[in-house]
């Protein structure tokens, strides 16, 4: 297999004006400024409009239970989900941004494939881009290395509304591992050097239950391309289809899925249950480093 390998993994990187430690494992909050997302939906929506201070308190709580990030969406990818305007996801997620940047001490992830939030979110002090669609939209890519900001490229086969049809690979790692060294090689060519690109295996988006699963078994050959490793797994349907339960009953599966990333090799776990996550990750990092 090819892969483009850094020969040291950089210990620290700088998130806009915050320098983050990625020898220890980090957790993402998210916060889904939409009104249909799948797991935590329309609760900060009220009669379409959005609850400013239903989002900072839970970004407040989130901050308080240890997140090192807080990504902020504007656009559901959950299959068949509206298609918002530039102007939508823009009133969506800026007030947002504007208000935690305002009066909290937390890296502030961008999760848009819009250039023109890209711009205005790195302008508002976000300091990681955050591309489920890894930089692909027209204008993307210039957008992103306009704002000089760490970028992380998720990997997606298709689009949010056809990517559960029949999703198929040759070999799941090595594709997507594969499909990582195109998207770097754009993302250098358009001036987003390697060192400011995160990589996100994209758990769920035109994958079935056995691909969700090898990819997490064989995480760490993603991770040893020596990039940091971003992955989301939290309430996904990879752990109601094992488990059999619910959204609202995937926590327990969830922190499994976690520990297992970060043993592997990932550095940022995005994440619901916040709290919890950072419990299970700190007792994980230090078996880790144990003697
Ligand atoms: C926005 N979003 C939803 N799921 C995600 C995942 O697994 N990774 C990243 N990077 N973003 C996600």
Redesign the pocket.
């Known amino acids: 297999m090819t892969c483009q390998v850094l020969t040291k993994r950089p210990a620290k990187m700088l998130f806009g004006d915050q320098r983050l430690d990625l020898s220890q494992p980090h957790v993402m909050g998210v916060i889904n400024v939409t009104p249909d997302s799948f797991s935590d939906g329309g609760n900060l929506f009220a009669s379409q409009a959005l609850c400013l201070d239903a989002a900072m308190a839970r970004a407040r709580v989130m901050v308080e239970e240890g997140a090192s990030f807080l990504?902020i969406?504007g656009e559901s990818?959950r299959p068949g989900a509206d298609i918002v305007s530039v102007q939508q996801e823009l009133d969506r997620v800026m007030p947002v941004i504007e208000a935690i940047k305002a009066s909290l001490d937390v890296i502030v992830s961008i999760?848009t494939s819009t250039p023109e939030v890209i711009a205005l979110a790195a302008k508002a002090g976000a300091g990681l881009i955050?591309d489920?669609r890894a930089l692909s939209r027209k204008g993307a890519l210039q957008a992103a290395s306009d704002t000089q900001l760490p970028v992380?490229l998720?990997h997606m086969q298709g689009d949010p509304k056809t990517m559960q049809n029949d999703p198929t690979y040759d070999c799941i790692v090595e594709d997507i591992s594969h499909y990582f060294d195109e998207r770097i090689k754009h993302c250098n060519q358009s001036g987003i050097p390697t060192e400011r690109i995160l990589i996100?295996p994209?758990?769920?988006?035109g994958k079935t239950l056995s691909h969700n699963l090898q990819l997490l078994k064989h995480l760490d050959i993603l991770a040893s391309k020596g990039l940091p490793v971003?992955?989301?797994?939290s309430r996904k349907s990879m752990i109601g289809n094992v488990l059999n339960r619910p959204v609202d009953e995937r926590l327990y599966g969830g922190l499994a899925t976690a520990v297992m990333a970060y043993e592997r090799g990932a550095r940022i776990v995005?994440v619901h249950d916040v709290a919890q996550t950072v419990d299970a990750l700190r007792m994980a990092h230090a078996i880790m480093i144990s003697d």
């Open positions: 990504d969406g990818t999760d955050n489920v992380c998720m996100d994209g758990f769920g988006f971003l992955v989301g797994m995005r």
